[in-house]
């Protein structure tokens, strides 16, 4: 008669993502407090993040270094 004869909920616990998320944010926040230039890149060697002053050193801004090859 067109209504629904059963119901599926799912549940994901996102307790460890948001940690994740939350220590993501402290650490970026400690280290736009550094003076040394700070840049992190992943497995293939492109940038995922530039501090301030790497862009005040490299005179380009994180958004223009995150994605960029290193060197």
Do not use: K
């Not at 948001?18 to 293939?44: K, P, T, W």
């Amino acid at each position: 008669a067109g209504q629904p004869t059963r119901h599926q909920w799912v549940t994901i616990d996102v307790t460890d993502l948001a940690r994740a998320a939350e220590r993501a944010r402290r650490d970026a926040a400690i280290l736009e407090q550094v003076s040394d230039a700070v840049i992190a890149i992943d497995n293939s060697f492109r940038v995922t993040y530039a501090n301030r002053e790497a862009e005040r050193r490299y005179g380009l801004s994180a958004d223009e270094m995150i994605g960029r090859p290193l060197g």
